[in-house]
T-cell receptor, first 113, second 116 residues
């Protein structure tokens, strides 16, 4: 079984600053992916970034990057140069051995102007 | 279409009524998933279709919930004798192949169901 823990219910960041959202997980799978999804008030889950567990190099997508620590089962998301449009709920999801995403409870990110 | 679409966007019904929620996946995607998101929670898996068949319906909470995908494209989630506890956002996702951890799921905007 897979479990996900997002220990920060809410985070705030000043516009243009950097923020890190944490995620820890547990899985018995050897091959898996890890995802961060963003859910703005429109409700749609939007893929932010994806990390293959077998890759040591951390994934990067423009202002978004991850710090993946496989041994510690930690998968944090760093948002640089935060923008007002980044305000949303962020969900972490490990994905492996099954087609079901297992989501954490999410972190609400507020961006202050 | 360009993305996953869901209708209606919002649905308000009375306790005991029957509702249908529709999902149009991305064209060409063989796999379709339904999730339910209660207030303050992450989405929880309900059912997974590969083509026309339900490959896994283990997440459906009880026999009041049923879903179909008769032609391998559009899917309908059906809820009988609705209860107040069914109030949630119902999310649909699709992926190209399904059943693979390499296969990214793309989500629709969801249907917010409110049972009075």
């Amino acid at each position: 079984a897979q479990t996900v823990t997002q220990s920060q219910p809410e985070m705030s960041v000043q516009e243009a600053e950097t923020v890190t959202l944490s995620c820890t997980y547990d899985t018995s799978e050897s091959d898996y992916y890890l995802f961060w999804y963003k859910q703005p008030p429109s409700r749609q889950m939007i893929l932010v970034i994806r990390q293959e567990a077998y890759k040591q190099q951390n994934a990067t997508e423009n202002r978004f990057s991850v710090n993946f620590q496989k041994a510690a089962k930690s998968f944090s998301l760093k948002i640089s140069d935060s923008q007002l449009g980044d305000a949303a709920m962020y969900f972490c999801a490990p994905f492996g051995g099954t087609y079901k995403y297992i989501f954490g409870t999410g972190t609400r990110l507020k961006v202050l102007a | 279409g360009a993305g996953v679409s869901q209708t209606p966007s919002n649905k308000v019904t009375e306790k005991g009524k029957y509702v249908e929620l529709r999902c149009d996946p991305i064209s060409g995607h063989t796999a379709l998933y339904w999730y339910r998101q209660s207030l303050g929670q992450g989405p929880e898996f309900l059912i997974y279709f590969q083509g026309t068949g339900a490959a896994d319906d283990s997440g459906l909470p009880n026999d009041r919930f049923f879903a179909v995908r008769p032609e391998g494209s559009v899917s309908t989630l059906k809820i009988q004798r609705t209860e107040r506890g069914d109030s949630a956002v119902y999310l649909c996702a699709s992926s190209l192949n399904g059943g693979l951890y390499t296969d990214t799921q793309y989500f629709g905007p969801g249907t917010r169901l409110t049972v009075l």
